[in-house]
Structures are given as C-alpha cells and as structure tokens.
C-alpha cells in the first residue's frame, strides 16, 4: 500500500505540473483529492491492513494529501501569474499612438434656427420659459378664454388624453402658468413641441415645434408688438424680409392678427408653397384679452400685453430654403450633412 501511495504522489506532482488552467487544475484536485479519488480508494482498504500498520499507512496518506494540495495551490499561483503577464501584455496601451478619429455630430437646422430665435429675443429683454407638453384643457383653452363649444377643443383637432388631459396645442399654456406665477412687468418666449390633428403636407405636421412669446406690462400697445415682430423677423432674414399683418379672431387676443411673410419660393409671385397666394401664414399675434389677464390675477385696468406664436419649423425651412417641411423630419443624412 505504501508503493501504491508514492505512487499516487508521483502522478498528481506530474500531472499538476503539466496542467495549463486552473479548470484543469481542479479537475486534477478531484481526480486525486475527492470522495471517489485515487486516494480515498487507497485509505478505503486501510482496515485491512495489520493493526500495527495503520497509523503508519495513515500518516503517510495525510503527508500525500497535504503535498498534492500544496503543490496545486503553488500551481494554481504560477498559472495566475503567467495569465496576468499573458493578458498584460495583450492589453498592452501605446499612449504615443494617435488617437482614432471620430466624426462629431452638429445641430440640427431647426435647432440652428431656434437658437438665433432665441438669442433676438434674449437681446430684446426677454427671457425663456417652459412647461410641459401633456396639459390640462384649462391651461390650454378655459384660461385663453376658449369656451368648451369651440372647434379647437373638437376632438378631430385636439390630441386628448383624458377628458380633460391633451397634448398641448400651442405652448400659451407656457404663458398662463407663467402670469399665474408671476407679477408683471413680464417679458417672456416659450419654445417647444406641439400636437395638432393636421394632415401633413409642405407646410404642416400633426406634431411640430413653436415658440411664443408674452409681455405685459403697463402702456403696452399694438404698435409695440408689431414694432417687435418686424424687428425680430428683420434679425432673423435680413433687412429685405417682407411681412403683414391681417385682421384675425382668436379668443385669447383682441384686437387679433395673423402675420405672414413673403414667400422665399416665388418671391411673391406664387407657387405651391405659397398655395399661388405669394405670402405664407407665419402665426397669430395681438393684444392679449382682458379676461385671460384677469383669470391669470393680473388686472386689466392696470396692465395690457400682446402675445404672438409662430412654428419653428416652418421658421427653419424658410431659413434654409426648403419647399417641404417634411425633409427637416426625414432625418436623411445625405440632408443634414449639409448643415
């Protein structure tokens, strides 16, 4: 039995010196170590043995069983330190090499556009604000003095959520949670995402940007809202930029305009864009009413203000040109490039 020991001690000293993994070096500890292992079998037979013989026999199995777990334990070590230096070496940096090039993004035109939008203003004095674009149909209609008849609140026209939940239709609900906030003098522009039931085409979308813009304050008149919109426009297309204002009705403004501009297709003359008219609907303007202004706490007697909104989006397309609003949605890259 004591031959049969040695020589389970010479095998497992090869076999773990010749193993590559430590899987492998594991499985070598079960083959020589475990319940059903060459050792256990050998001790299994130990009562056969002469009583005088035993604690002999069973010491040098303990001695062979400490020297095949310290030899795995010191292979197990090398094999770690061998993989380090493998996988050191294989993960080896040259910081002296240059870098890989990565093309950077750029903003989108329409992005460009609201930006110089918004920088005008700002220059005017007035400030953003914002608000979300899930709404209540009485920051949206009630508080702009909409009543609950008008065709604006019909649901071929409005994206409703709940009875009294919509996605927004025009970010004046920007403007009513700012003058409940706030005392006047207020100067403010509200940019962001609208939602309307409008059948797309050159120049709509059922989902496109706005911004609008409010001022209140003491001794404000029609002449100070269109004196700041041509101003505004002149910033934005240059000193040539064409616009009217024609007489309009909307619930929230009195008097009421609409403002267009010369188309930048025809020059005036007519096209599809322009629908042969020449001009195109920029967006409504006018004094705001005095009821909005007294169901937002402020006093009509005292304050007066003027509001406008027009779409970004189709801003953006008179500012680079396009016939079509829908390619500044197409997310074509071969278009974007461009810009």
Known sequence: MKDQLEAIRVS??????????????EALRIRFLGKKGALKAVLQSLGSLPANERPVIGQLANEIREYIEQAARTRAEDLGRALQAAR?????????RPGKDYSLGHKHPMTKVLD??????????FTV???????????CFTALNTDENHPARDRQDTFYVSDDVILRTQTSSVQIRHMLEHKPPIRIISPGRVFRKDEVDATHSPMFHQIEGLVVDRGITMGHLKGTLETWMKALYGPDAKTRFRPHHFPYTEPSAEMDFRCFICHGTG?????????VELGGCGMVHPKVLSLCGIDPDEYAGFAFGFGIDRLAQVRVGLADMRTLLDNDLRFLRRF
Do not use: N, Y
């Open 116 to 125: 110089e939008i918004k920088d005008i203003f700002i220059g005017m004095g």
């Open 12 to 25: 497992a000293a090869e076999a773990l010196e010749a193993a590559v993994s430590l899987d492998e070096l």
């Open 88 to 96: 050191l070496q294989a993960e080896t940096l040259d910081v002296t």
């Open 271 to 279: 096209c599809r864009v322009c629908k042969g008219e020449g001009w």
């Open 129 to 139: 604000a914002e608000g979300p674009e899930v709404e209540t149909a009485w920051h």
